[in-house]
């Protein structure tokens, strides 16, 4: 079975695509099928990579190596299929190949066009998404901007050459919209009307819609919208505004029945709905009590998507752990700043909050440059000295290791080579192969590696296994150099490649938890099972918020 969905947006951005598209993959899989999910990008970076994280949020990584867009977070925490850096489908990407296959002659002296030569390209990489796996029931493939958008052309035109050739029984189009608000609780419809119009111009009737509305929609209000744009009456759904979780979309798609009324459209037989990981997870959302305030102490704090996969990894964990997770964003170069690092930290840090209410929990995450590391080794310096949990992920580990160099072996001027060439101490440098490399795209350690955790260790204590695959992205490492040193003054080295080749892991001794890995394990988070080391730091931090 090769069926395909394509979700497309209208009205305006961020009406939450990602997660309607995302919701439908979770309803499917719960239908046992298999899907695969695709976003299609129109910018013309090549790929997310060289993106700043100020303007457009995280870089996620795939297991092969891919930088793609933070959307695949999404897909990856809603739904389990593979996700590679072929689902990642960009205008670079497109013009890319098309360019080097006319430079190439390939196209035998023809004019190279947008249509048929973009469109094809287009096309047979979301084709080979599908056909990478004989497995595969369901492509759902989110086309992202809004429709209107110039850049989007392409891709639309792609997804209506596809539906029509392949026809109405195994492609379907979705198209969200929004219901705006007007004065005293008057919803307004027209907007989509207009959106479905603009879809139709591109030669697309959408099969089924879904409204972003305050309120779910009266029956009225459904009759209109679908009078209006022949979109069946059942085939409308809502997509209101929740105050839980996002993760609760699934269930409120199902009880409108999306699935259903989707899998009948795609002439796919009705089977047994398990969402019991869905349910569950909701029932650990409502049994939570309490709340744990982890400051996440980084460089690119004004966005919230530029953390994303840490923030919905450290929800995850407060799901296993029962407990309401807080955010504090505190931009390190505000520690570097302070006089102290309690007053940004300890009593009184938090706005309204009581004396003795300091972070109960400290995570730093990944980041490049220099700005505002000394504010990051603060804090780690901090949650070591005042036993409060700390979690580094990748450079969050790299801070750790500078703190011990500088404060417990003395060495002042210790430093990662990536912020001072000149050190006498560069406890985190980059691997010789990587000292010449000047090309920014796709040049670090990449994607997935297995790491080997030591016996009794946080480490090992979390995956409850010795070999654990993860994904990386950083050029600097642990320098090996002082691995004596460093082990032999007390921290602990616990993690390791398989070849022992490279450091992946250190914990403090004597303390309740203090780990820094050299991998990103947010990236593999679920709401329906938190990443081992993110609910055993939340655990942790639980525990000792409660005997303090
Ligand atoms: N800047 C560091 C490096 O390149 C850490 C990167 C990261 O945290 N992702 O090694």
Redesign the pocket.
Known sequence: MNKYIFVSGGVCSSLGKGVAASSLGALLEGRGLNVRMIKCDPYINVDAGTMSPYQHGEVYVTDDGGETDLDLGNYARFTSGPLTRANSITTGQVYESVIRKEREGRYLGRCVQVIPHITDEIKSRILAVSKADADTDVVIVEIGGTVGDIESIPFLEAARQLIHEMGRANALSVHLTLIPEVGEGELKTKPTQHSVKSMQEQGIQPDVLICRAPVPLDEATRRKIALFTNVANEAVFTSYNVDTTIYEVPLIFFNQKLDQVVLKRLGVESRHANLKPWYSMMERFQARSGTVRIGIVGKYMDLHDSYKSVFEALFHAGLESRVAVELVKIDSSRLEDAEDADTVLGANAVEGASKEDGVDGILVP???GQRGINGMVKAAAWARTHKIPYFGI??GM?IMVIDWARNILGWEDADST?FNQDTKHPVVSLLEDQVDVKNYGGT?RLGKWDSVAEPDSRFFEAYKEKTVSERH????EFANTFRDEMAGSGLRLTGFTADKSLVEAVEWPDHPWGVGVQFHPEFKSKPTAAAPLFRDFIAAVKKVKEHK
């Open positions: 990944g980041g490049f990748c450079l790299q990536e670090m992205r950083h050029r600097y």
